[in-house]
């Protein structure tokens, strides 16, 4: 049953996604606020009826969103609330949560030239887009109130602050309430698994593709600099120890990038090859997943000066330094 802490509620809400349940919350901040909005499918809608019942509260009595960050389970369940209801979030939200058909056209043109780049046979084109566009049928689409940006005061929450976090997504905030250090996370990290840096097609006005993994580590550094107690997170549990957490995740990661840098000492592979090594029981049934996985990993080695990349035809083949 969902229960105030501290001027905080957190609502668990299913989703039709492998990670499983999603979590929104609720703020009582000068307005009735809700951080981030599940899934759109009916039984996210009636478990949070529900849960909203036992806080004495229904939908009409929100009277603002924020969004962590713009991934289906965290938006969808938007295009329940009235069309009236405020919704606030990074600038980087709108061509995902408000999707037009150039987006979608550059979207799909992005991950075709991409997979030439990773050399991915052409079989696993088609199924690779239904299974994106598949996902987006649990987004929503309306556009952003207004945005909040680095250091911002969210709207009708005095004593909250806005930190940009991307990596999982270009479009990821928190929200940190600066009295107690309690922050509202998102995906930016969780208790039990480590977020995967999804590939994003370039951000307006630029050529070049975000590299997620290289983000993410410098995110999480910098959330280390910040007196953070409570993290409330986007699935899962709580987290209370975030330095140790961070320092495990950041050793982690660089330890399974070594591990691919091995792969490529004496040889040249395709970011195909060194997914198949990677994951070689579910590159096939995750190919999506998996292949962000392999290009963070070989983003943060190139970052580092530890591996060399050259073209040939449309594919780019690594070797390690």
């Not at 987006?103 to 239904?130: C, D, G, N, R, T």
């Not at 309306?142 to 930190?163: C, F, Y």
């Not at 096939?284 to 963070?296: K, M």
Request: charged share 25%; hydrophobic share 35%.
């Amino acid at each position: 049953m969902a229960e105030w802490k501290d001027g905080i509620a957190k609502l668990t809400l299913p989703t039709p996604f492998p990670v499983g349940d999603v979590n929104a919350y609720l703020i009582k901040g000068d307005k009735l606020t809700l951080v981030d909005a599940g899934t759109k499918t009916e039984q996210s809608w009636e478990s949070f009826k529900s849960q909203l019942a036992d806080l004495k509260f229904k939908p009409e009595d929100i009277e603002q969103v924020i969004l962590t960050h713009d991934h289906p389970d965290h938006v969808g369940m938007l295009d329940y609330f009235s069309p009236g209801l405020s919704v606030f979030g990074h600038q980087l939200n709108e061509r995902w949560v408000h999707r037009t058909p150039e987006f979608e056209k550059e979207h799909q043109e992005f991950y075709e030239k991409f997979f030439l780049q990773s050399a991915i046979p052409e079989q696993y084109f088609v199924p690779s887009m239904k299974v994106m566009k598949k996902t987006l049928v649990f987004s929503c689409n309306r556009s952003l109130t207004g945005t909040i940006l680095e250091n911002d005061i969210p709207p009708a929450l005095p004593g909250w602050k806005v930190i940009e976090t991307p990596g999982h997504a270009q479009s990821h905030i928190v929200l940190l309430r600066e009295k107690d250090g309690t922050m509202i996370a998102g995906d930016t990290i969780l208790a039990g698994i480590s977020p995967n840096p999804l590939l994003e097609p370039p951000l307006p006005g630029e050529t070049e593709r975000p590299k997620p993994l290289v983000q993410y580590n410098a995110t999480l550094k910098k959330l280390q600099q910040y007196p953070i107690g409570l993290v409330y997170t986007g699935h899962g549990m709580e987290i209370t120890e975030l330095q140790s957490l961070i320092e495990k995740r950041l050793a982690r990661q660089h330890d399974r990038a070594m591990q691919v840098r091995g792969m490529l000492e004496g040889r040249e592979l395709t970011v195909f090859e060194v997914c198949k090594m990677l994951f070689p029981t579910v590159y096939e049934r995750e190919l999506n997943l998996t292949i962000s996985e392999t290009v963070g990993q070989l983003d943060y080695l190139d970052s580092l000066d530890a591996v060399s990349v050259r073209e040939e035809g449309t594919a780019f083949l690594y070797t390690a330094k």
